[in-house]
């Protein structure tokens, strides 16, 4: 997924024979979804169907559940997440990453008694057998070597949505240009990777609405970064964010 990736595990289990082999299938699940839906690679299913080599009816079943989900999500937040282009082309990247990385760490949670950090460019997904908590930063967006708060979890994930890493690559399906907002980038915390994922996309086209997004999903928080390094946090942000000036 052009992403750094990494598995941080803790406790008893950390270096069994178990957790190693459960970290291998770790890795070789983001790599098959990788391989079906980079738009990056040339044999991709969403590099062909791009250039009409391949039908909708002829993908894979799992392709056919993405676009499915993406669907889910498109109607979710109203239209500001869209996997579908202004070209016309389908790109379901801002939703396969949370997924990919919620059905591979499935592997992980069948190890008993492990503490887990799967860490995936900057979006996390936990789970503390141990009930002891991992410490998640947020990245500032101004400078990538410093991190400008951070929220505990025991389970559960953070995304963060922003320009910040890859300049404007996200687009606003209510314009089909590119978003205008004064915010560098939105973190969600909350139960599901995917979900956080899609609400942190959304959330960041939406611009100044961006805390109604995720007021609209019980169970999911947010934190936003202005240009002029404030924060805001919405009300349930979890401890050990802050809303304090950066």
Known sequence: MGLPVSVLARGEQAESTRADAAVREVFAELVEADRV????????AVSRLARAELGWDAVDSVVQEVAER????RELTGGLFDAELPD??????GLVKGWAVERAGERLRQVPDLDWCLNAGGDVLVLCASNLPF????????????VVTSVTRTDGAVATSGTAARGAHLYDPRTGGPVVTRWLSVSVSGPSLECADVLATAAFVA????????????????LGILADGN????????????AAAG
């Open 37 to 44: 839906f980079s738009p990056y690679q040339s044999d991709s």
């Open 70 to 73: 993406c669907a889910r999500a």
């Open 88 to 93: 016309g082309g389908w790109d379901p990247s």
């Open 135 to 146: 410490t998640v930063g947020i990245q500032d967006p101004r400078d990538p070597g410093r």
């Open 207 to 222: 611009g100044e609405e961006w805390p109604a997004v995720l007021a609209a999903r019980p169970g999911y928080e947010g």
């Open 231 to 242: 924060l805001f946090a919405t009300a349930g942000w979890p401890a050990g964010g802050s």
